[in-house]
């Protein structure tokens, strides 16, 4: 089976994305890359292949162009203007959804009937765009959503309870942004509530920090990339491995007619359904704040 993946910008993100592929074992053994800096391009196709005479899996590694996506399982958009130190997601709404139009319409031209997978901010939105510009079934498009959120979430709270991140089962929902939040009321460790190990003063510090670490990593270093890579290499194997696990992606709402993130089943088809976890009136109010975060942003596109 030809498991191909086509990578749109191929800046920090599409970089630490597609490395991350070449150090884990996948199921995709074809990646294309594209970007406009074609010399660059070049570079990093020559330094990836060179990395596969130690990688665990075997894949084939090429710049392609917007032709290559027809007969793609999934394209992952990671184009984009960066968020710099100062602004929010939100801000760069502008610049981007101008460069999603063509990217989206480029490569539907190709025949392509696969999955996209999102991760250029603000993620809701553009998540949103490809699903209008494309006009695929909403379950084929999906966004990386609070998954990177959730994964700060879960690191930051292991770091306090001294427990595998990977035991604790905790979300970040609603926008990946500055209205996301802790549905706190549902997060448990081994099937006990979280209550039994943080305090509520612990809770809203470790829900303010996983709010503020993209803004603390990119007034550090500028960026933030390698933690969206590995989400984007946890939801392109849920995909092609037909996995139906439960990720916190942005998928669409069929309600609000948005796309925004609560956890959801990932598989082949791309999104099988979400999943809505029950809530707390406070965080109701907060979720139904975050959604019309996300309608209001739309709207005045």
Not at 167 to 194: C, M, R, T
Not at 199 to 209: A, L, P, R, S
Request: aromatic share 8%.
């Amino acid at each position: 089976m030809n498991n191909k993946v086509v990578i749109i910008g191929c800046g920090n993100v599409g970089m630490s994305y597609a490395y991350a592929l070449v150090n884990q074992r996948t199921y995709v053994n074809e990646l294309v890359l594209i970007d406009l800096n074609k010399t660059k391009l070049e570079g990093e196709v020559m330094d990836l292949n060179h990395c596969l005479a130690y990688s665990p899996s075997k894949i084939s590694i090429k710049i392609g162009d917007y032709s290559d996506c027809k007969d793609a399982k999934i394209v992952v958009i990671a184009a984009g203007a960066n968020q710099n130190p100062g602004e929010t997601r939100m801000d760069l709404i502008n610049k981007n959804s101008k460069i999603f139009k063509s990217i989206v319409e480029s490569t539907m031209k190709s025949g392509f009937d696969g999955i996209f997978l999102i991760a250029t901010n603000p993620l809701d939105v553009m998540t949103y765009l490809t699903f209008k510009y494309s006009k695929l079934p909403s379950n084929k498009v999906l966004g990386t959503g609070t998954t990177l959120d959730t994964a700060r979430l879960r690191y930051i709270i292991s770091e306090y309870v001294d427990i595998s991140p990977k035991d604790i089962q905790a979300y970040v929902i609603g926008e990946h942004g500055d209205s996301e939040f802790v549905p706190w009321s549902n997060a448990s460790i081994a099937l006990k509530s979280i209550d039994e190990y943080l305090t509520n003063t612990e809770k809203e510090k470790i829900e303010e920090d996983v709010r503020n670490s993209a803004y603390e990593i990119i007034n550090r270093k500028g960026a933030t990339y390698y933690g969206i890579g590995m989400c984007l290499v946890r939801i392109t194997n849920a995909i092609l491995g037909d996995e139906n696990i439960i990720l916190s992606v942005s998928a669409y709402d069929e309600e609000n007619k948005i796309y925004v993130s609560t956890p959801a089943i990932v598989n082949n088809t791309g999104v099988k359904s979400k999943i809505f976890i029950p809530l707390n009136l406070e965080e109701k109010n907060k979720l139904e704040n975050s959604i019309n975060v996300i309608k209001d942003a739309i709207n005045n596109l």
